[in-house]
């Protein structure tokens, strides 16, 4: 009788459900790859675990681990941006290998990386968790998401998604638009309106979405002082 193939082994998946946790729950639901969720509480400060920091010594989630990397070997792997790029090129999927396409993906999964996620973020945190009311630090960031979405909105016109066919690029900038929309409604923006709900009409980014959903707890003054004034250790 010949032998089943093997099934690879679960990739650990560092977790915590925000938009950068998002990005790869999503993907590994389109992948319908087997993984366990090894969930790590930023407001309690797991994030700065001896263990976790020797996975992601940037002590941020979303990081994996897999078992069966390069040579059949166990890594490890931290920033969103490269756990979707070494996804990517390990299934071969959403992640098109021929060069001129892939440039095209990279483009936009670094701008999301570089821009659209720490803009959005700031902003988020200046409208929502400064203790102080930063009149300044509000307009900065949330005209910059406005911005973005422009940017993004006028790629969109021409186009279903954001580099090709759909990629690592969308789901990486799928979470970050839905949640800036509590203040940045999309009105102005109806192709960027319309490629959001794209990608969450679809089975795999609804259930990545709703990873961990149930662990999120509005923030408690401790989980305020862990999470910011962070200074190096
Ligand atoms: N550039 C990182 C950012 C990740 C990040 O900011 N993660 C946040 C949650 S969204 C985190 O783990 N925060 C923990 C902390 O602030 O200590 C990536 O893209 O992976």
Known sequence: MPAKPKKSPAI??????????????????ELKLPYILRSVNI??????????????????MPAIIDPKGPGGKPISVFESGAILQYLGRKTGKFYP???RQRVAVDEWLFWQVGGLGPMAGQANHFLNYSKEDLVYAKKR?????HRLFGVMNTRLKSR???A?????????CLSWV????????????PPLAAWMERLLA??????GMAVGAELRKPMTDAEHKILFGQRAK
């Open 12 to 29: 650990e998946l560092y977790y915590w459900p925000t938009p950068n946790g998002h990005k790869i729950s999503i993907l590994l639901e």
């Open 164 to 172: 090709g066919a759909y990629s690592i690029a969308d789901m990486a």
């Open 97 to 99: 290998k021929d060069e």
């Open 160 to 162: 279903k998604y954001l």
């Open 178 to 189: 839905k949640s800036s929309t509590r203040f940045q409604p999309l009105d102005e923006f």
């Open 141 to 145: 960031y949330t005209d910059e998401v």
């Open 202 to 207: 679809r089975k795999a980014v609804q259930r």
């Open 43 to 60: 407001g309690k400060g797991e994030q700065f675990a001896p263990a976790f920091l020797k996975i992601s010594p940037n002590n941020r």
